[in-house]
């Protein structure tokens, strides 16, 4: 058996795709919302088996690698999040960096030799490491309009992967890589499933025309926090409005505050991007956080501890 276990956002689905285009096989998806990373213990393995997992954290999985391992499976592990401690173990291969400037799908697009680069162009695009992107794009001989369009893919795709739930998506992760995987190509994607694609835009283009009128509720030189309202809405945007936010002022870091399922609030930070450090130290701080140097959250922060949070988040980056 065969299990694809993936990130519903960009990265996640794009270097499956670079993955499955290079490989053909029959797998079990599992997949969910972005912030859903605890999917290595869905999978009941048996000896055999084969699991890939791209685009979770390690340290997260760590009790399901185990158990799958021991449970006679073989396991390749890709992913940019910190790791913890990395299992020794014969049926296990990983291909895991923490640099700033890379993302899981650059890691399968370098494992392939680049056989699927443009997809994994768009997967850079949609974690915000715009300048690797465009690097990319420039070595791949894009123009302009070419590189406009992936990056327009990226965002939206990684836009698609933020919510509480599955229904707050435009597209389940796993039926919208299903739609993309039978193209070699984003541009073939682009031109052959327009209306899935026009969806996903006009969603994105919606929905940050109502996080650009919000103001932050703390901010100075150093930090802004925004808080989103309780919708719908403002659930899909949050990961990349605050993408947007640290794009247009790069030497300050934001948060992103909003309401979660359980009464508490979820957090998106992201580090400054003239300074990508220290996002997974302040969120791993707390118990449900994590993510990567650039880039973290924390699934669930307590309402009364808020201000400890901001508070935290503001001497951190003073130093």
Not at 66 to 90: C, M, T, W
Not at 204 to 226: G, H, R, T, W
Request: proline share 4%; with cysteine.
């Amino acid at each position: 058996m065969q299990y694809d276990v993936f990130n519903g956002d960009a990265d996640g689905i794009c270097a499956l795709i670079q993955l499955r285009l290079a490989e053909p096989v029959s797998s079990s998806l599992i997949t969910g919302v972005k912030r859903d990373i605890s999917l290595l213990e869905r999978v009941t393995a048996e000896p055999g088996d084969r699991i890939v997992v791209l685009d979770i954290s390690l340290e997260k999985n760590c009790a399901a690698l185990n158990a799958v391992l021991k449970q006679g499976a073989s396991v390749f592990y890709v992913d940019h999040h910190r790791p913890g401690e990395i299992p020794v173990h014969s049926n296990l291969t990983t291909l895991i960096d923490t640099d700033t400037n890379i993302c899981t799908s650059l890691l399968v697009d370098r494992h392939l030799q680049g056989r699927f680069r443009l997809w994994a162009i768009t997967a850079a695009f949609g974690d915000n490491l715009d300048a690797v992107a465009l690097k990319l794009a420039a070595e791949s001989h894009l123009s302009s309009e070419q590189t406009g369009q992936l990056k327009q893919l990226g965002v939206c795709i990684n836009y698609n992967s933020y919510g509480h739930s599955i229904e707050d998506l435009h597209l389940p992760p796993d039926q919208l890589y299903k739609e993309m995987v039978s193209y070699l190509s984003p541009f073939e994607f682009i031109a052959n499933s327009r209306l899935i694609h026009q969806k996903l835009i006009n969603g994105f283009e919606d929905d940050m025309n109502q996080a650009l009128q919000l103001k932050p509720e703390y901010s100075n030189a150093i930090i802004a926090v925004y808080h989103l309202p309780d919708e719908t809405w403002s659930r899909r945007i949050s990961g990349v409005f605050a993408n947007e936010l640290a794009n247009a002022a790069p030497d300050r870091a934001h948060a992103i505050v909003s309401l979660n399922e359980k009464g508490g609030y979820l957090v998106s930070v992201r580090a400054p991007l003239n300074n990508k450090y220290g996002a997974d130290e302040i969120c791993s701080a707390f118990p449900t956080g994590g993510g990567r140097k650039a880039a973290a959250g924390i699934n669930h922060l307590e309402k009364d501890n808020l201000p400890a949070f901001i508070k935290q988040f503001e001497s951190y980056y003073a130093i």
